[in-house]
């Protein structure tokens, strides 16, 4: 699971690919129907957004506590009827 490093007053980017070629990746021709994120306690800055080809997610986050790792999870599902999921580590440090 990938780890991110942010200060508590930051607004990053998080998300997917899903049509990356991993073993959870979406299959050929299959699109995301909808997209979900918790948080694991950060702060959510603007709406989750899928791209136009409807193969890629995106949410902004700020917030968070110094010297606490955050776990965010997107559970998407798919015009095929799947559900996946995918994980970050959002690690918040003091601003240097």
């Known amino acids: 699971m990938p780890t991110f490093i942010k200060t508590p007053s930051e607004i990053y980017d998080y998300g997917f690919d899903w049509?990356?070629?991993?073993?959870?990746?979406?299959?050929?021709?299959?699109?995301?129907?909808?997209?979900?994120?918790?948080?694991?306690?950060?702060?959510?800055?603007?709406?989750?957004?899928?791209?136009?080809?409807?193969?890629?997610?995106k949410?902004?986050?700020?917030?968070?506590?110094?010297?606490?790792?955050y776990t965010i999870t997107n559970t998407i599902e798919t015009d095929q009827g799947r559900t996946l999921q995918r994980s970050h580590i959002i690690k918040i440090v003091e601003a240097r």
């Open 59 to 69: 949410c902004w986050l700020t917030g968070g506590e110094v010297d606490t790792d």
């Open 19 to 57: 049509d990356d070629g991993a073993p959870d990746a979406l299959e050929s021709a299959e699109i995301i129907s909808t997209s979900n994120w918790d948080l694991g306690g950060l702060t959510q800055d603007s709406a989750d957004e899928v791209n136009s080809a409807k193969t890629e997610t």
